[in-house]
Each structure stands twice: as C-alpha cells, then as structure tokens.
C-alpha cells in the first residue's frame, strides 16, 4: 500500500500528550503569497537575543513573559510553519495569541516550563505564515501584573530554500526520478512507480514506508551499553525488508531490538521521505504500527527515546545536482559518498534507528552532492526544523559522519552552533579549505616524481614524450624519499589524494554534472563565457563565497603555495640533499588558471627547465574572509559542544589511506591554539567506528543539557565551555581503542596523546603521519592558508651545508622569501564569526550579515 503524509502537528514530547495529524493526500504550504512586513511593534515589549543552545534569553522577571521559536529562529523559519513558545505563564494569566492578526490561541495548550521553574510554557504550532515578514503577538493580562505585550517578527521562507547560503545553484539536476523505494512495484514503462517531481527545485509530495529488520536474534542478550556476545551479534544482522502491510500480522522471521531505555519492541522502522532545501530528506524512527491500528497511523511511537542522531554524507562534489540517498542511510550505521549504507564491518550491526534514536538524513548533507559547508548547515538546520514540528523536540542531536560527513560536522559546530549539540566524526578533516592544500601539493609533488629519468639515444639531455626538456634529478627518488617529501607513511596516501580530488581544481575534467552545451572547454577557448559556460571545479562550485577573479572571469581559487618549500623536513633530517632540495623546489611549481600543473603529462609544453616554475598566490582579501567566514575551522564556537574523533587507523588502506591520523590531530591544535585547552575534544584513534562512541557521547550530551536546564537556559559568562568541560565522561578522554564489538565502553582502551608527535601508545601503534605542508614545515594545525614570508637565514637549516652557489639558487628559487611557519598566515584572525547570512535568491550581500536568535519579551 502505498501512504502520503500531509499536514504534520508536533507531539511536544514535555508534558504534552498530543499526536501527528496526518492524512492521505499532500498540501504543502504556498510559497508564492504576498511578502509581509513586519508591522508596528513599537508597543509590543522588547527584542532580546537568545542562546544559541537553549533558545532563551534567560531569567524572566516577575511577570515577564518571553515569546520565541522553538523549532529553528525567528529569522530562518521554512515551510510556512512554526513551533511557538510563551515562557513564563503563571496562574491567573489569560493568554491571546496572534498570528498576522489571526487569533490562534486554541492552538496553543500548555506545559511545564523547564527554564522557568513554577511557570508554565504554552506551545503551538502556528501555520499559514506568508514567505517574508510575519508577526506573532501575545496579549497577556493578570490581576496583578495587568496587561502586557510581546511581538515576535518572524521571517519564513520557502521550504525550497534558500535562507542564508546564498542563491540558488543553476543548473540543477533533480534526482527524485531515481526513488526506488516510493514504491514496492516494479517500474512501469509509464514511470508511475515513482514520485512526480512537483517543480524546478525537484519538490515531491511526502511518503511514508515501513521496514522490518528480519532475523531471529534474541533481544534479552542484548545490552546497548556492555558488549554482547558473538551469538547476539550475528542475530541482529541488517536484513532490511520492506513490510507491505503494517496493520497485518507482522511476519514470522521479525527480529526484536532494545532501546536504549531497555524496552524490547518489534524492529519495524517508518520511514518518511520528503524533500526539504532542494534536498531528498529521509526520517526513520522505531515504530509498532499493528499495535494501534490504522485508525491512527502516525501515532508517535513510545520507543522513541526522545534524542537524534543525524547521518551526514561522505567525499566532496561539484553540486549541481540533488543527490540520491535509499532508506538505508536512515537505517544502517551511516552514509558514504553516492548516498548508500555506509556498513564496513561487523560494529555497525546496531544502527541507531535499532536503539530508538529518530534518525534523519538529507541528499543535500551528503558532501559529495555539493561541497558546500554553508549550505549543509542550512540543510540541517531546515531538517531539524522539520523533526521539531513533525516529531517532537528532542533532548539533543548528536552528529554521526565519515569523512566529507566529518568535514560537515567540524564546520556546522565550528560556525553554526546550536543546531548540532555533540559530534562523532569518523576519519575527519577540518574543512574543505585547508584539506584543499594535500591533494593540489600531492598532484604537484607526483607530477615532479614521475619525470622520466631515462636518456633515449642520441640525448643528452633528459626528455618526456613531448620532448620537452627535463630537470637534472627528475625521478629516481626512493621511496623513503618521496614519502618523506610528502609527509606520509605510506606512498598510497598522496597517490589517493591525487588520484581521488586533485581534479576537483581542474576546469574541464569530470564535468558530466554540467549540461553539455554549457561545459567549459580547453580546446575551444571561444565558447568559454565567464556566467555562462561553467567549470567544473571545487572553486566555481563555491564562487558565492570565493569571489570572481577580476583577471579571469572565473571562481578564485583557495590554494597557494608561495614560499613553501617542499621537502624541507626531510632535507633537514638528511633524507635528501641540498641539490635534491633545490630542484624539487626549482620545478614543482603550481597550477595554471585552469589547474594544470607544469609537468602535466600529455599536455601542452609551458614548463621551461632551468627556470624557476612559478608558484600560485591568493589574493589577501580572500584569505582575510576564508578565516572571518569560519571556512578555516576552529576559531568558531568548538568549546560549545562536544566532539569524539573518531580516528579510524586507515593509513594503509588503499583508497582509504587519505583519511590519514594526522587530520584528528590537526583539529585538537587548532582548538589548543585558540582556546589554550580542548576539554569539548577526544581523540579515539584505533580500530573503530563511530557507533563505538554513541554512549559515551549520549552520556557527554545528557549531562550537559541537565546543566543547562539547570542554569535557566544561559550560562554566567555566555559561554557552555565550562560546562561542556564539566560534563566530559571518564571514558571521554584521548584513547587508543581496538573493538570489534560496537559499543562502549571499550573492550581494550590505551591513553593517547593529542599529539602528532607524542610517544604515547596510540602513537606508537597507530602511527602519526604528516602533509605536504607539514613536511615543508608548517604547523600540525594545518591552518596556514597562505603563509608570511622570510628572507632564509643559514640558520634555519640546521645541519645542511649549502654551499655558495646552491645558496644562490636558494634565494633565486624564493626571491620574496620562505614561509615563516612561527609567525600567523596572513590574514589569520583569532576568532571567525558564527551565524553568518550568505543570502539567499532574492537578497545579494555585499557582505555577510550575522543572523539574529531574536525572542520577544513583555516590558
């Protein structure tokens, strides 16, 4: 059977008992009503902001009422809907709640009001709100404190998106004709088996699936918390089936799970779809739905334990398209790059969804759609939005993503706080900016490695195969040698960087996601049109934010290498020599403006041996904003919340050898360099996944929202830091972990050194490897996008002679200087801003703005 949602009503899960109103065909919300301003509000109390955490503006004076949101801000509302609080009703207040002027008051029912501790919170959800300005009102009046005012501007805007990453990407590609779950049917020849896509930004109507796990694993063997025994394990195995009739009896082979709250329920998962920011949005949470009939089919489930776990997506797109995700991403233990189940090993067999978390995840929170951390935060925020007005708040939501989903996680906490309360990231990078630096140098570096080194005859002097004259040294490094230059421990990890992303800063390679006619081309420079044609690279994919290159017409690019010298860790400690030193330095070189580099193989000859190959250079003012903008993570709000990095050991791994150790360490110094500790961070370096994590951080997030709670809703100093340092578990601390049973706590657990180069036991057993950057001699905080200069001294070669003319070639070599890896880069900042506002389709800024967390309360 097939079953769509409609209009949904939020179960307020604190004090309120109320259910999902849902029916059989879909009305979405309008987007196209008049734009509303914001009326007079002169009378109507004051404008305060509120805790990016708590939503409060604290403590509330004898008889002051406070009115807000509760499902997102009041200046980043989708839908056409909202959740609304009044805080601070007392006995003997008359409530009369507006909306635009329309009386809405019987929507509102009341409940204990957790922050205010002997006042009520009166919560409803209010809808039909216009695209634009809209105000909510509550006249209140008491027999002792008289009447009293508080006006709320709210703004919505359409479900679609966008609210503040900027405008629209075009062209886009829906993907929703690719749904094979919409329904159990075979395709027909007339596509009817799948969902009607309802306009340009890939819309459809909403539907609801159940899916039962199938097995015969015993659930009172099994323990979320302590590790079961191998018999439990292989019981509970992922055998997703769909459940065609979820009123009937439920079939033989239905295995049983346990929550987290020690219920034994059926394993039958709902899954709702829908589309939300252009994105396809999937909902899976634990359900029984023969236990209640038909009558009632979204009813909200007792085996919901009232906490979320989001899924994000892995690698790094070009967007331009929707994405694709199956119900599996909601369903198994994470999500890879194309939007399928991430399950690489046995831990995974207990899904969240298995242990009663609501589980969400969106096509536009997968990395490898768009690449976009701005617009990924925005999407989660959209989805969180939804799960509060359809499902119930929740008591957190904790993170749960490897790779590109790492990288969303570090920068959605990094700059958007409040919309994710604690983090797992899993094989993490900070960002997409200075992750960016390794592929671009290990191109360059294997470029310069793979120059023939053979002499044909009748040469004297070395050639590639268009005859092009090469560098003396070209080639014949060893191993060590080229490992040692780049960094790494293994030689697989600078050739995946390569292989794997390295083209995302080319113009014209992988462009399949760009219409044909609109492909940017090297050979035909006539049909290239700066706004027209497009490239496909990572910095045209991000040019709302990087800017145009007033030279070129296209996207500027977040690279440079000026001053770094390569290799200069493994001249030092002898590996190479002065000469090796120079000539990699002379010739390694940069990209063109279309990202080629100079000893590109097969391409056109504009490498000259014996000259100095020039280096790339950003402008200043695009550094400035990469860190005020908070794309350099961790200068944001990272004390705010908690993250264990989960640090898979995948050096060796082909393929996977990218997600090297060293990454887990840059985020710890970035966040002891800027904040002098890093109580909100663990390492967990090992063998792993992030589901080994989920009950130390589910007891990390417990405590500090009791703290919170506690303290009204507002810390003393406007900070959490002291209070996430203070509700940091035992086991939450840096540790070497070997598991192969998928919980905590750890069946054999190291103390660990959050140091690249420590001589702890993790980084004796888990060996820490280093960068490009890092064997130039930059800092493990990777954060240096651009380097300040120094004229070399001798001196800071300690232990290399050069001798006077391989000096001269040094300072021919680096005529403006080396990088100066003890001074700040250029343009660092110490803190970046949070909560920016990029635009959106209709609103083009000059300048980001910051979003307000506006409440309103009675004078």
Known sequence: MSTSITTIRPLHRRGLSSLLALA?????????????????TSDAGVLAEADDFTGTAGPLADGQLELAVLSTRAATVTGGDALIGVRGVTDGDNLRITVNGADVTGDFVAEPDELHPGRSMHVGLVDDLVVGGNDVTVVATHPMHGSRTATLPIDNHPITGPVFSGPHQVPFACRVGDLHDFSPEPRGTDGKAYPQQLDDDC??????????????????????????????????????????????????????????????VPAIARVETRTINRGITRVAILDDPAARGPEVPFEMPDAWNGKVVYNWGASCGIGRQQGINTPNEVLSGGVDAGGEALDVGPEVFRPAVLQGYLVPHSSMTIFNTHCNSVLSAETMMMVREHLIEAYGRFDWIMGNGASGG?????????????????????????????????????????????????????????????????PVFAGGLTLEQRNAITGHEFQGICEDWDDMFADLLVADVDCSRIPAD???????????????????????????????????????????????????????????????????????GSFDDEGYGPWHPGETPHAEPGEVQPRMAMDVDLVEDLYRFGFVTG???????????????????????????????????????????????????????????????????????????????????GSWADEVAAARPAQATDSCVVTTAGYSPMPLAAPGLASAGGDGICEQVFRVGGSPRIAAGGPTTED??????????????????????????????????????????????????????????DRVLDEPSVIPNTVARTS
């Open 635 to 717: 200068r944001g709000a990272m004390d705010q919340a908690p993250i264990i990095d989960v640090n898979l050991y995948a050096d060796p791994v082909p393929i996977l050898g990218f997600h090297d150790q060293v990454r887990g360490y840059m985020m710890a110094e970035r966040l002891l360099e800027t904040f002098g500790e890093r109580s909100a961070h663990a390492i967990w370096s090992g063998v792993l996944l992030t589901n080994d994590a989920w009950s130390t951080m589910a007891t990390w997030l417990d405590d500090i929202e009791t703290a919170r709670t506690a303290g009204g809703g507002v810390s003393d100093d």
């Open 518 to 588: 609109l492909r940017y081309s090297r050979e035909d420079g006539a049909v290239n049109i700066p706004g027209v044609t497009q490239r496909c690279t990572l910095q045209d994919n991000l040019v709302h934010y990087l800017g145009v290159d007033p030279d070129t017409g296209w996207a500027r690019r977040p690279v440079d290498n000026v001053g770094v010298q390569y290799g200069y860790r493994a001249l030092l400690d002898g590996v190479i020599d002065p000469a090796r030193f120079l000539d990699l330095n002379r010739n390694v």
């Open 24 to 40: 059989l065909l879909v009305v979405l919300p309008g987007f196209a009503g008049a734009q509303s301003d914001h009326g007079d």
């Open 406 to 470: 790492a990288i969303q996680q570090h920068t959605t906490m990094n700059s958007y706080p409040g919309l994710q309360d604690g983090g797992l990231p899993l094989v993490s990078f900070p960002d997409v900016i200075t992750t960016a630096m390794s592929p671009a140098d290990c191109r360059l570096l294997r470029q310069y490695f793979a120059l023939d080194t053979q002499l044909l005859p009748g040469q004297d002097q070395l050639q590639d195969g268009l005859g092009r004259e090469l």
């Open 784 to 841: 240096i996008v651009k380097c300040r200069l120094t004229m070399p001294e001798r001196a800071d070669y300690p232990g290399v002679s050069f001798t006077a003319e391989e000096w001269g070639q040094l300072l021919e070599i680096f005529p403006d200087g080396v990088c100066d890896w003890t001074q700040r880069g250029v343009g660092e900042v110490a803190r970046s801003t949070t909560w920016l506002d990029f635009g959106d389709d």
């Open 203 to 264: 819309s459809i109507d909403p539907y609801v699936r159940w899916y039962y796990l199938a097995g015969a694993g015993d659930p009172t063997d099994f323990d979320p918390v302590q590790a079961a025994d191998d018999e439990s394990a292989a019981g509970l195995a992922l055998d997703w089936k769909p459940l065609l009739d979820p009123w009937g009896d439920y079939p033989a082979d239905l295995s049983m799970t346990v929550t987290t709250e020690g219920d034994v």
